[in-house]
T-cell receptor
């Protein structure tokens, strides 16, 4: 069955450092992968989409890589700030319409 | 982008009753989905709400328990029927303006069943 794995342990990081999150998947051949941010009591918010033919994508302080051979995506938050504290979810399409399956998410806590 | 209004935001219900959750999008969207998020867990897709036809349910979810309506391109409802404490969860409506597009989410409905 299709499976998405994200580190379940919270990532505690000091302000200014780079946070790196991992998303591994099995039994998928996705055309793209998406990353979302979720704050407590809120729905997820889209951050980035990276396609299978893209190695890297950047948006402001965010960087995503996508290695279809390793079946892995890395999500980086550079120069992290306390406002970056949230849970970050990766998601993969499970059909041609874009129906998404989500990983369990990794909580990031940035301390001043 | 799409802004999604979902209501109620929370409710406490008695076992055996039903609750209908409404989802209103501020623009016409192609895709609408309903997810469930149990405490401390990730999102699980319940079904795809299809405009003008029956919803498409994921494995483990059935129409009798979670009837869904989508009368037009901006509105959908999810009913949680004959509730039990195991239905206590956050229910999230989401939409996409096209296929294989990013999803927009409502703020969710936090349901507690006593």
């Amino acid at each position: 069955s299709q499976k998405i794995e994200q580190n379940s342990e919270a990532l505690n990081i000091q302000e200014g450092k780079t946070a790196t999150l991992t998303c591994n998947y099995t039994n998928y051949s996705p055309a793209y992968l998406q990353w979302y941010r979720q704050d407590p009591g809120r729905g997820p918010v889209f951050l980035l989409l990276i396609r299978e033919n893209e190695k890297e994508k950047r948006k402001e302080r965010l960087k995503v890589t996508f290695d279809t051979t390793l079946k892995q995506s890395l999500f980086h938050i550079t120069a992290s700030q306390p406002a970056d504290s949230a849970t970050y979810l990766c998601a993969l399409p499970t059909d041609s319409w874009g129906k998404l399956q989500f990983g369990a998410g990794t909580q990031v806590v940035v301390t001043p | 982008s799409a802004v999604i209004s979902q209501k109620p935001s929370r409710d406490i219900c008695q076992r055996g009753t039903s609750l209908t959750i409404q989802c209103q999008v501020d623009s016409q969207v192609t895709m609408m989905f309903w997810y469930r998020q149990q405490p401390g867990q990730s999102l699980t897709l319940i079904a795809t709400a299809n405009q003008g036809s029956e919803a498409t349910y994921e494995s483990g979810f059935v129409i009798d328990k979670f009837p869904i309506s989508r009368p037009n391109l901006t509105f959908s409802t999810l009913t949680v029927s004959n509730m039990s404490p195991e239905d206590s969860s956050i229910y999230l409506c989401s939409s996409a303006t096209g296929v294989n597009e990013k999803l927009f989410f409502g703020s969710g409905t936090q349901l507690s069943v006593l």
